[in-house]
């Protein structure tokens, strides 16, 4: 079965960066990263296919965020640029076992249990 940790997050300034980790055991197909804030739905974020070859963003992070793989250590990335307040929320990892990329969180039934990331105005 497959077992996901996130790492990564953390305190910034708004206009800062991070760099969130994601390490799998076991075999995954497709993965996505969404975030959930207090007292919102949890939003999904970014996703990629098993290749690496294709992404999918949320409008609102689209040109600031990048998700990636590396097959041969089990990891997925989520690089994020000029953080902005409103990305504050818990971050979680997703896998599916579906090899197309999926944007439903419906679609995912493998979850880590989620990273802080905090943006200063």
């Known amino acids: 079965q497959v077992q996901l940790v996130e790492s990564g997050g953390g305190l910034v300034q708004a206009g800062g960066s991070l760099r969130l980790s994601c390490a799998a055991s076991g075999r995954t197909f497709s993965n996505g990263w969404f975030r959930q804030a207090p007292g919102k739905e949890r939003e999904f974020v970014a996703a990629?296919?098993?290749?690496?070859?294709?992404?999918r963003y949320v409008d609102s992070v689209r040109g600031r965020f990048t998700i990636s793989r590396d097959n041969a250590k089990n990891t997925v990335s989520l690089e994020m640029n000029n953080l902005k307040p409103e990305d504050t929320a818990v971050y979680y990892c997703?896998?599916?076992?579906?090899?197309?990329?999926?944007?439903?969180?419906?679609?995912?039934?493998?979850w880590g249990q989620g990273t802080q990331v905090t943006v200063s105005s």
């Open positions: 990629i296919d098993w290749s690496g070859v294709s992404t």
């Open positions: 997703a896998a599916s076992r579906a090899i197309a990329l999926q944007v439903r969180a419906v679609e995912y039934d493998r």
